[in-house]
């Protein structure tokens, strides 16, 4: 499977995005699915994942309850809703998956994701 991202873009502080991650040639089923971000000279950091045979959804301290991870009925797509956005939230997205059969929680941690998709930037206006 590959992913394709799409929704970044520059928007005000207060706005809101809804990122895409769009799974090529087959669907999310079985597959744990996360939301990063990373900022010129930071870490990739954490934001969310979401493992709906699990019926599980983990969110990071820093985005809950302005951020929002969702899956379609098709399990094709994954959304990552993004509410009151700051200029800090400026960064390169990237959504990833991993294969978690019989998992309870998708990983919170970059190196346990296999498959990234190319990058969507956000940049938030003050």
């Known amino acids: 499977v590959s992913l394709v991202e799409s929704g970044g873009g520059l928007v005000q502080a207060g706005e809101s995005l809804r990122l895409s991650c769009t799974a090529s040639?087959?669907?999310?089923?079985?597959?744990?699915v996360g939301w990063f971000r990373q900022a010129p000279g930071k870490e990739r950091e954490f934001l969310s994942t979401?493992?709906?045979?699990?019926?599980?959804?983990i969110y990071a301290d820093s985005v809950k309850g302005r951020f929002s991870t969702s899956i379609d009925d098709a399990e094709n797509t994954v959304y990552l809703q993004m509410n009151n956005l700051k200029p800090e939230d400026t960064a390169v997205y990237y959504c990833?998956?991993?294969?978690?059969?019989?998992?309870?929680?998708?990983?919170?941690?970059?190196?346990?994701?296999?498959?990234w998709g190319q990058g969507t930037q956000v940049t938030v206006s003050s």
């Open positions: 990833a998956a991993r294969y978690s059969p019989f998992h309870t929680n998708g990983p919170t941690r970059a190196q346990l994701y296999f498959i």
């Open positions: 040639r087959r669907t999310f089923k079985d597959y744990a």
């Open positions: 979401i493992l709906k045979s699990a019926n599980s959804i």
